[in-house]
C-alpha cells in the first residue's frame, strides 16, 4: 500500500474469525467503527471455514457461461491521463475467454512482483488492447451459501425490490467479471454512492487504487480540469467510467491516495463516496454487487446523477427516508431536507425537491 502522504487513511486488512463473519452487517459495522471506511476501500480475508463453491472452477457450469457482450478497451491518452472507450464485441464461453487470455498477445507479462507489473500496466496502458468479460449477469457461489453470500447479503438495499418491486442488475443482484491482463475499471464511484462488495473466486490478482472520500470532491475537482471536453457536457461524467488517472499524475495534483492488491479468495469493499480504480493482472473471475447501510442514506440523497446515458442508475431515495430517517421524510419530499454533503462539510448545503420522477428507479 502507498499514499501520497503520511496522513492519508491507510486501507485496513480484516481477518475475522468464523464467528464474527457469520453476520455480514453487523461486520461491516464492525469496520467502520475502526475508520475502515476513511481510506475508501477495505479488503476482508474470509475465516478458512468459508466456502462460497464446492466444484472447482474450470467446471463445465462456468466454462460453458457465455458472456454476452464481452468489452474492448481501447485506452488513449498520455502523461498519465488517459481516457478509456469500451467496445462491445461478440459474444463468447468462458473457456474461449480464457483461452485467449493466455494467448501470446494477451498473457501477463513476465515481473519480479507487484510493483513491477504496476509499473509495466502503466507503461503499456494504451497498447494492446484487452478483452473485459464484465457486467455479467449471475452468480457462481452456491445458493446454500448464507453466509456473506453476494446474491442475498440481506441488507436495506433489498427495500429496492420488497417496496418497489424492481431489481437492478449488478447493483441489488450479482454481477460477474472475467478478466485478463490489463483489463481496467476506471475511477469512479458506485452508482448512487452506494457500498460494493468484490470477492475474488479464481485467478490472478487485482489492483486497486483508491480515494477517501473526504477527498472525493478534490479529485472530483482536478478530473473536470482534466477532461474538460467531458466535463462540459455532464458534470457527473466519472460515472461515465471513462477516466483513468494514473498515481503519479495524482501525486502531481496532491491528490491523496492508497492502492492495495486483491488476491484470490479475498473481499474488497468499497465505501459510499469512495472513488476507486484498477486492473487486473491476468485470467481472473470475480463477483461483485452493490449494497447499503443506515450510514449511506445521506450520501445517497446527495450523490450526484448523470443525465445524458440512459443507462445511468437512479435510485428513488423515497424508501429509505421513510425507513430509516422518518423524523425527515415530510421535510424531504417537500425539499427543506437541506445539508451539506456528507465528505464536503464546507460545501454549499443541497436543497433537492424529489420530482415525481425522482420517486421510480431508473434501470438499465
Not at 300 to 329: L, W
Not at 332 to 358: A, Q
Request: aromatic share 14%; charged share 25%; net charge neutral.
Amino acid at each position: 500500500m502507498s499514499s501520497t502522504n503520511n496522513s492519508t487513511p491507510k486501507i485496513m486488512v480484516f481477518r475475522p474469525t468464523w464467528k464474527e463473519f457469520k453476520d455480514f452487517s453487523s461486520y461491516i459495522e464492525v469496520m467502520e467503527s475502526q475508520g475502515a471506511h476513511k481510506a475508501g476501500v477495505a479488503k476482508v480475508i474470509p475465516p478458512p471455514e468459508w466456502k462460497p463453491r464446492k466444484n472447482n472452477y474450470d467446471a463445465n457450469d462456468i466454462m460453458s457461461l457465455i458472456i454476452p457482450a464481452p468489452i474492448r478497451q481501447n485506452v488513449k491518452g498520455t502523461q498519465g491521463i488517459y481516457e478509456q472507450i469500451n467496445v462491445k464485441e461478440k459474444a463468447m464461453t468462458v473457456a474461449d475467454f480464457k483461452i485467449m487470455s493466455e494467448s501470446e498477445k494477451y498473457k501477463t507479462p513476465s515481473h519480479f512482483d507487484y510493483s513491477d507489473l504496476e509499473r509495466k500496466f502503466w507503461k503499456n496502458v494504451i497498447y494492446n488492447s484487452p478483452l473485459y468479460g464484465a457486467d455479467v449477469s449471475g452468480s457462481i457461489t452456491d445458493e446454500d451459501v448464507n453466509v456473506w453470500n453476494i446474491n442475498k447479503l440481506g441488507t436495506i438495499l433489498d427495500y429496492v425490490n420488497e417496496d418497489y418491486g424492481i431489481r437492478i442488475e449488478g447493483v441489488n443482484t450479482a454481477y460477474l467479471y472475467f478478466g485478463m491482463w490489463k483489463t481496467s475499471f476506471a475511477w469512479h464511484t458506485e452508482d448512487m454512492d452506494l457500498y460494493s462488495i468484490n470477492y475474488l473466486h479464481y485467478g490472478y490478482p487485482k489492483t486497486w487504487y483508491a480515494v477517501p472520500p473526504e477527498h472525493g470532491h478534490r479529485l472530483e475537482k482536478v478530473a473536470s480540469e482534466m477532461y474538460p471536453f467531458y466535463a462540459s457536457i455532464c458534470p457527473a461524467f466519472l460515472r461515465h467510467k471513462v477516466a483513468i488517472i494514473s498515481p503519479n499524475k495524482l501525486k502531481k495534483y496532491s491528490i491523496p491516495y492508497n492502492h492495495i492488491t486483491q488476491e484470490e479468495n479475498e473481499i474488497i469493499i468499497t465505501f459510499p463516496f469512495g472513488y476507486h480504480a484498477g486492473f487486473n493482472h491476468g485470467f481472473n473471475i470475480a463477483e461483485a454487487t452493490n449494497f447499503a447501510t443506515p450510514r449511506w442514506v445521506d450520501y445517497g440523497k446527495r450523490a450526484s446523477q448523470c443525465h445524458c446515458c440512459r443507462d445511468s442508475i437512479n435510485i428513488s431515495m423515497d424508501t429509505f427516508v421513510k425507513r430509516i430517517q422518518p423524523e425527515k421524510y415530510e421535510l424531504w419530499l417537500k425539499g427543506y431536507d437541506i445539508n451539506t454533503h456528507p465528505e464536503d462539510p464546507s460545501c454549499t448545503p443541497d436543497k433537492r425537491t424529489p420530482s415525481k420522477s425522482g420517486l421510480l428507479c431508473n434501470i438499465k
